[in-house]
Structures are given as C-alpha cells and as structure tokens.
C-alpha cells in the first residue's frame, strides 16, 4: 500500500487564525483537491491528520467538524476522489493529551488503522508540529509554503533536509509524479 498523510488546514483548504467553525468556512485552497484526485490516481491511500482545538474551545463540535469533512469528500467525490481516514485531535495545546501534534498519537492511529508502518511515508504539512511529530515516526516531512509553511520554512535549518514545495499540488506534480515516472 502507498500511504501518504496530510495535513488539513493550511494544506487542503485555507487556514485561519479565527479557526475554520463550519462547512461554509471550509474552503479548499486552488490545486488542493486536484492534488488528492491525483495522488487517488497514482494509487495512494490518503490519510488526513489535524489538530483541532477549536472543538476544545468550545468554537464548534464534532458533528460540526464531521460535517466539514463531508463537505470536502462531497468537492473531492466531483474530481473523483476521496480521503482514505481522518483523525483529529480535539484537544487544546495545553491539555496534554497524546494525539495532539507534534505528539505521535493520531500517526500512530492511522498506523493501526491500515496496519503498516511510516517509515518513509510522506507527510504533507505546513507547521512545526507536522514536521516534528513526521520526524518522530520516521516519516518523510513535507512542507508546504501554503497556511503557516513559510513561516516555518524559514525556523528549520538543513539538518532536516526538509523538502518544501510552493503547495500540495506541487509537490503532487514536481516530485511525486517524477518519482512515477522514474520508476515506469
């Protein structure tokens, strides 16, 4: 199986500061879905994993937050394609829980959700915490410069060799593809 992790907010669709609280919220970013469609196409099995806090917040529930994720498998079902399992953390910075990246409980659960391992599987992210809590399982971190990406581009340094794409389409495109295409 070809696993891939992505994150949601900042990845797929835009993020914001004032958390995404519903469906209308939800919107994705231009390319996002084309890149899932894509990676559906090149036979990857695709796993979502997101922290949201919001729900600890009091700022919107699970029902809620299920229903934007329908509302994104219903935009990625007119390309075609759809996420594979989605996990979430709802739980606030502070509350110390296991799942809540850069903490390695919700990889863990898409671990034993398709019973394999992570080594070397991407992970696509824009934050700190993507790449740090990807490093922990032995991922392979990507970074997007989408959402929070530039930002935490410019706080690693090369020991990480972390690779960076301007979006999930490009990266989708500029080295996923090319790996494909090497191996035909």
Not at 100 to 116: N, S, V
Request: net charge negative; aromatic share 8%.
């Amino acid at each position: 199986m070809k696993l891939i992790i992505l994150d949601r907010d900042g990845v797929i669709n835009f993020d914001s500061e004032h958390y995404i609280k519903c469906p209308d919220e939800w919107l994705p970013i231009p390319g996002s879905l084309a890149a899932i469609a894509k990676l559906k196409e090149l036979g990857y099995t695709i796993a979502i994993a997101s922290n949201q806090s919001g729900i600890a917040r009091g700022l919107y529930t699970e029902t809620t937050l299920r229903q934007i994720h329908e509302k994104m498998q219903i935009e990625l079902n007119k390309l075609g394609a759809k996420i594979d399992f989605i996990v979430w953390c709802p739980h606030c910075p502070d509350d110390e829980c296991v799942c809540r990246k850069p903490k390695t409980g919700m990889l863990q659960q898409i671990a034993e959700h398709f019973d394999c391992t992570l080594d070397n599987v991407y992970f696509v992210g824009d934050s700190a915490s993507d790449v740090k809590a990807a490093l922990a399982v032995k991922c392979i971190p990507i970074l997007v410069k989408t959402g929070n990406g530039k930002s935490t581009l410019a706080k690693f340094d090369n020991r990480f060799k972390l690779q960076a794409y301007a979006n999930l389409l490009d990266f989708v495109e500029n080295k996923l593809m090319g790996e494909e295409y090497a191996h035909d």
